[in-house]
């Protein structure tokens, strides 16, 4: 069965910090790799996806991703985060047709 | 262009009263979703319909829950009676076909129901 974890459920990060949210999942064979951002009020977005080929994936609002097969990790990163990052962020794995999504982490971003 | 519209945006009942809840996805989109998303949680698949076609229900409880998207257009998912642990978001998304490959999932701001 597929499963998703995101091991931190909230982080803080000053306004203009990097940013890495991670994302492990657990998938029989290759998989497809989501993340979505929620932010209040709002539907969840898709920030970037991968499917195949080249392992950096580059998303919107400067945002990437990285996969690494051999750590089951699909980290979320962002150089600069601005105040209006604050979110939440969902990390989701994919069959053909399904998506299963982790908890989520929320994103706080301080001044 | 629009996106996808759910109404109504919060609804309180109270426990064993009806509930309904609507979806207009986004026009020319064949495939619609029904996921439940629970506090502290991420959503997790209720139904998906090719268009008016129940392709995927495995995870709707039937016995309280159902949907019906019967011109392959808007959709109502409805829980009769509700229980107090259904106190959580309903979210709705649509996509031109079902395949995730090529096909992003567009999500409506949810409707969040809370039982009493």
């Known amino acids: 069965a597929q499963s998703v974890t995101q091991p931190d459920i909230h982080i803080t990060v000053s306004e203009g910090a990097s940013l890495e949210l991670r994302c492990n999942y657990s998938?029989?064979?290759?998989?497809?790799l989501f993340w979505y951002v929620q932010s209040p009020g709002q539907g969840l977005q898709l920030l970037l996806k991968?499917?195949?080929?080249?392992?950096l994936v580059q998303g919107i609002k400067g945002f990437e991703a990285e996969f690494k097969r051999s750590q089951s990790s699909f980290n979320l990163r962002k150089p600069s985060v601005h105040w209006s990052d604050a979110a939440e962020y969902f990390c989701?794995?994919?069959?053909?047709?399904?998506?299963?999504f982790g908890k989520g982490t929320s994103l706080l971003v301080t001044p | 262009e629009a996106g996808v519209v759910q109404s109504p945006r919060y609804k309180i009942i109270e426990k064993k009263q009806p509930v309904a809840f609507w979806c207009n996805p986004i026009?020319?989109?064949?495939?619609l979703y029904w996921y439940l998303q629970n506090l502290g949680q991420g959503p997790e698949l209720l139904i998906r319909?090719?268009?008016?076609?129940?392709?995927?229900d495995s995870q709707l409880p039937k016995d309280r829950f159902s949907a019906e998207r019967l011109k392959g257009v808007d959709s109502t998912l409805k829980i009769q009676p509700a229980e107090l642990g259904d106190s959580a978001v309903y979210l709705c998304?649509?996509?031109?076909?079902?395949?995730?490959?090529?096909?992003?999932?567009?999500f409506g701001p949810g409707t969040r129901l809370t039982v009493l």
């Open positions: 998304a649509s996509s031109l076909a079902a395949g995730l490959a090529l096909n992003e999932q567009f």
């Open positions: 998938y029989g064979a290759t998989p497809y």
């Open positions: 991968y499917l195949s080929g080249d392992t």
């Open positions: 989701a794995v994919g069959s053909r047709y399904a998506l299963n």
């Open positions: 026009s020319g989109h064949n495939t």
């Open positions: 319909y090719e268009n008016e076609e129940a392709v995927d």
